[in-house]
């Protein structure tokens, strides 16, 4: 953490186009290395155990669990300290990988209360004394290095850290840096510790205005991952008259956004990005006769660290209560989301398309001749070519050649293509889940060069209806079923009846 109608992403390198100086945060400045510290974090191998071992608190014997004192503080510090004055990258993911190998379950103890378990329930014993044999295979069962995210967790700046760690630890095993079961084991662990601390209970939804500090603004417009944020006048249109945007902070980590959600006012549901995002007179009034649609366009995670974590969801939720009460006549609610990853996977049906010549698979005879008519043959081939340099939107001929079977193969894609039975697109996944239904595909809805080489340009709207949602949600977390319009399932039918996949 989470991505209606937007992706939900992953934060990208940050960039200050406005020149804006970034003042050092309180965190930053009480965990700056030491020299001493920073050496030792920069040597190799015993360095690294010897930190460990003095940082990562021993699990104390069941028996006095409750009156173990906590671990010095100064060992959580140092720890943070330490961590941050190693260089990022494979020496932090060399720490990490040490840290989820070395200081994880003891499988001696594991093994030796899961037999005093099996052994209560064949003796029959009596209730109390296996629930009290099972509490202690759950007390052997965490890792060590639990204690250790639980104190760092306590601290001041230490819920950031964590973030912080986290994201170092996705990035590693992407960059398999880190590898192995203990590592993935130590991810899943820190994930869910995460899930608890910003649940919604801790978290504080935000609205931004122009009014917002020029900090929060900034920061915004940084964290932008879908529609970038050209310029100041580009900001100020975002958060003015007929938009919203708002955030989710942390109590512990104030004024700092960790997933924002921009949110267009309009009479329609909305076909065109471009629409949406160019400038209009920044002072314009809004009126609420022309309110009556709610378009939420884009959603961005702001940590890379908090993916998994469901945040986007409930900002959703949340923002949709906060709509309803400031206008009561808005009765739809509307995404326009991209598609990531059609045009990577229309490619590689192409690809597998020009293996045997003259097959055709995903086009009619008409559709082939018409497009061989300005393409050149074979099809496959030169349309994979200009897909991969987007060559293709500059004739007008093949862009209204290509609208009809690339509306029927992305409504396939969507809906038909999955993974593990659910929607293969992680934006429709998202929805889905939420209880939304593919509502509308739309030719050239982002004809930016982002939207056109991730989804030929094309976006999805998800709409929810707020009286179905959760039953939606239910079915398709249980049975799989995709729920979507007329529209959406005649282009089904259409991709279906011409095409032998």
């Known amino acids: 953490m989470i991505r209606m109608g937007l992706w939900l992403h992953a934060p990208r390198l940050l960039r200050r186009p406005w020149g804006l100086p970034r003042r050092p945060s309180r965190v930053s400045i009480a965990t700056e290395p030491c020299a001493g ?51 990022a990258g494979p020496r932090r993911a060399e720490l990490l990988a040490r840290l989820a190998r070395d200081f994880g379950v003891d499988h001696g103890r594991v093994a030796e209360f899961s037999a005093k378990v099996l052994q209560a329930r064949e003796q029959q014993r ?31 700046g230490g819920l950031r850290f964590l973030v912080e760690l986290r994201g170092d630890l996705l990035e590693a095993l992407a960059a398999r840096h880190a590898e192995g079961p203990h590592v993935r084991e130590m991810n899943g662990m820190l994930k869910n510790m995460l899930s608890e601390w910003f649940s919604t209970g801790f978290l504080n939804l935000e609205r931004v205005t122009w009014q917002s500090p020029c900090e929060v603004l900034q920061k915004i417009s940084d964290f932008e991952a879908v529609h970038p944020v050209r310029n100041w006048l580009d900001m100020k249109h975002r958060v003015g008259s007929y938009r919203r ?7 512990a980590i104030p004024r700092e956004p960790l997933i924002v959600l921009h949110v267009a006012l309009t009479n329609e549901i909305s076909s065109s990005v471009q629409a949406i995002v160019k400038e209009v007179p920044p002072l314009e009034t809004e009126d609420m ?67 045997e010549q003259g097959r055709n698979e995903l086009f009619t005879d008409a559709e082939c001749l018409e497009i061989s008519k300005i393409t050149g043959d074979p099809v496959s081939e030169k349309l994979k070519r200009l897909l991969t340099n987007n060559e293709w939107v500059r004739s ?34 998202f929805h889905l889940q939420n209880g939304a239904v593919i509502w509308r595909i739309n030719w050239m809805g982002d004809t930016s060069p982002r939207g056109i080489t991730a989804s030929c340009g094309m976006m999805v709207n998800y709409r929810y209806f707020l009286e179905d949602t959760a039953s939606n949600s239910a079915e398709y977390l249980g049975t799989k079923h995709i729920k979507a319009s007329e529209q959406v399932l005649s282009l089904v039918s259409q991709f279906q009846q011409n095409s032998k996949l």
Request: proline share 8%; glycine share 6%.
């Open 126 to 156: 009596e209730p109390g004394a296996l629930l009290q044999a099972e509490d202690r295979l759950r007390y052997y069962l965490c890792p060590r290095y639990r204690g250790l995210f639980q104190h760092l967790g306590r601290l001041e």
């Open 37 to 87: 510290l920073a050496a030792a974090a920069a040597s190799s191998g015993p360095a690294m155990e010897e930190l460990l071992g003095r940082c990562v608190p021993p699990l104390p014997p069941y028996e006095t669990r409750e009156k173990a004192p906590p671990p010095a503080e100064l060992r959580s510090v140092e720890f943070m300290r330490s961590y941050r004055a190693l260089e």
């Open 289 to 355: 006769n022309k309110i009556t649609t709610a378009i939420f366009y884009s959603i961005s995670l702001t940590h890379q660290g908090l993916q998994g974590v469901e945040l986007g969801t409930y900002l959703i939720k949340r923002v949709v209560k906060e709509l309803q009460g400031e206008f009561p006549q808005i009765k739809v609610f509307s995404s326009l989301s991209p598609i990531p990853g059609f045009t990577k996977w229309l490619i590689g049906l192409l690809s597998s398309q020009t293996k």
């Open 396 to 429: 007008e001929r093949l862009v209204t050649a290509l609208h009809l079977p690339f509306m029927r193969l992305c409504a396939w894609y969507l809906y038909g293509e999955k993974h593990r039975g659910y929607a293969l697109n992680p934006v429709a996944n």
């Open 245 to 251: 945007c708002y955030f989710f902070a942390h109590c």
